[in-house]
T-cell receptor, first 112, second 118 residues
Framework: QSALTQPASMSGSPGQSITISCTGT?????????VSWYQQHPGKAPKLIIY???NRPSGVPDRFSGSKSGNTASLTISGLHAEDEADYYC????????????FGGGTKLTVL | EVQLVESGGGLVQPGGSLRLSCVVS????????MSWVRQAPDKRLEWVAN????????YYADSVRGRFTISRDNGKNSLYLQMNSLRAEDTAVYYC???????????WGQGTLISVSS
């Protein structure tokens, strides 16, 4: 069982917007602004697309955005592209020497 | 260009040992904390361990503490993970990753597969 809860799957058509949720607790998502999101295509390594809740690394399109409210973080993809079809994972820092960060179980995004 | 290349994976029997290596290029290894993260066959991601820039601090997930040891050699641009007393549940793809922000890795290697089975 993953520490953070994500929907297992979501789908959308090209051009549509979708929002993936990531629910944790006050000990992780709700307690710190250190939520990150990763995109993973089949057979590839995870790629960082959002860090510190809403910051995008250089080169990540601005149609990817992040936010947080209470214990739930969200990733919004505005204007879906076919290449956005991938698995998306959220992660949160947690101040525990036995666990630097926790991950969500991942969301499989299908672009119809 | 930042690159991380893992090696050392393979099939090992329960109770066995393996040593993973990760060679980095495109950045100065001594500038960053580094982590190992694994991905199980069900695609679940799990942080395994991390190490401070000079190797003076190391942290481990409960699931591997006492069995795995993370280390680094900045002069050789290399990160290591010594894995002992391997169990079936350690079967996963192991990624080395550069920690750039708190609880977050900005660059990952391509991964190396560890299969623990008799």
């Amino acid at each position: 069982q993953s520490a953070l809860t994500q929907p297992a799957s979501m789908s959308g058509s090209p051009g549509q917007s979708i929002t993936i949720s990531c629910t944790g607790t006050s000990s992780d998502v709700g307690g710190y602004n250190y939520v990150s999101w990763y995109q993973q295509h089949p057979g590839k390594a995870p790629k960082l697309i959002i860090y510190e809740v809403s910051n995008r690394p250089s080169g990540v399109p601005d149609r990817f955005s992040g936010s947080k409210s209470g214990n739930t973080a969200s990733l919004t993809i505005s204007g879906l592209h076919a290449e956005d079809e991938a698995d998306y994972y959220c992660s949160s820092y947690t101040p525990n020497t036995a666990l630097d960060r926790v991950f969500g179980g991942g969301t499989k995004l299908t672009v119809l | 260009e930042v690159q991380l290349v893992e090696s050392g994976g393979g099939l090992v029997q329960p109770g066995g040992s393996l040593r993973l290596s990760c060679v980095v290029s495109g950045f100065r290894l001594s500038d960053n904390w580094m982590s190992w993260v694994r991905q199980a066959p069900d695609k679940r991601l799990e942080w395994v361990a991390n190490i401070k820039q000079d190797g003076s601090e190391k942290y481990y997930a409960d699931s591997v503490r006492g069995r795995f040891t993370i280390s680094r050699d900045n002069g050789k641009n290399s990160l290591y993970l010594q894995m002992n007393s391997l169990r079936a549940e350690d079967t996963a793809v192991y990624y080395c990753a550069r920690d750039a922000f708190v609880g977050c890795s900005d660059y990952w290697g391509q991964g190396t597969l560890i299969s623990v089975s008799s």
